[in-house]
Every structure is written in structure tokens, then in C-alpha cells.
């Protein structure tokens, strides 16, 4: 089991810069595929990026595939979000998840085993 915790959201204006994080506890971090997911209000939550295990694949929704980037450092159990360019289309809760499947598709919430509370992000145009 793993617990996740996220930091960095927060109020920015249209154009700005985040970088998001998510701390893991426990030993096996590194066995965890992690992927960032979102949720507006009365939408549902939706894929942002993903990353596998090493970090040698990342993978990105088309909304954000340009002005995102998705890391971990093992050593740290850590992922994070960097994104760039935010548009208020962009505000939601942000979700760090991790994916103990292999070979799964990443893409869809049901993938992932365990999740954070959220962090806000909020951007003003």
C-alpha cells in the first residue's frame, strides 16, 4: 500500500507556471506506474499525464501535451507535474494516483489502486 500526499496548487493567472508534487510513503514507490488526474466541478475526473515506473515513458492527454511535463525521482518517491501556460480551462482539483498494474492503460481513473486528496488549482483569467 502506498499513501499520497500533493502540494503546489494554488491561484495563478492565465499564463503562469505550476509545478505540482506528490510525496509517496512506503518502500515500493519505485513498483508504482503514477499518473496525474483532474476534476472540475460537475465534470468527471480526467486523465493528465502519466508516468511508468523507471520515468522512461511518459504519456500526456492532448489538452495539456505541449505545456506539461510529468517526472518522478525514485530516490525522493515523488512525481510531479510541471505545467506551463495555464488556462482556466486547466482549474480543477488535481489528483496523484499509482497504478500497480502492469500494462495497463493508464489513461482511465478505474487503472489506478490509490489516490491523494487533491490539490486546488485555480486559474484567473
Known amino acids: 500500500q502506498v499513501q499520497l500526499v500533493e502540494s503546489g496548487g494554488g491561484l495563478v493567472q492565465a499564463g503562469s507556471s505550476l509545478r505540482l508534487s506528490c510525496a509517496a510513503s512506503?518502500?515500493?514507490?519505485?513498483?508504482?506506474?503514477m499518473g496525474w488526474l483532474r476534476q472540475a466541478p460537475g465534470k468527471e475526473r480526467g486523465f493528465v499525464a502519466a508516468?511508468?515506473?523507471?520515468?522512461?515513458?511518459?504519456y500526456y492527454a492532448d489538452s495539456v501535451k505541449g505545456r506539461s511535463t510529468i517526472s518522478r525521482d525514485n530516490a525522493k518517491n515523488t512525481v510531479y507535474l510541471q505545467m506551463n501556460s495555464l488556462k482556466p480551462e486547466d482549474a480543477a482539483v488535481y489528483y496523484c494516483?499509482?497504478?500497480?498494474?502492469?500494462?495497463?492503460?493508464?489513461?482511465?481513473?478505474?487503472?489506478?489502486?490509490?489516490w491523494g486528496q487533491g490539490t486546488q488549482v485555480t486559474v484567473s483569467s
Open positions: 508516468i511508468s515506473r523507471s520515468g522512461g515513458s511518459t
Open positions: 494516483a499509482a497504478c500497480s498494474r502492469y500494462g495497463g492503460n493508464y489513461y482511465g481513473a478505474r487503472s489506478y489502486d490509490y
Open positions: 512506503g518502500r515500493t514507490f519505485s513498483s508504482y506506474a
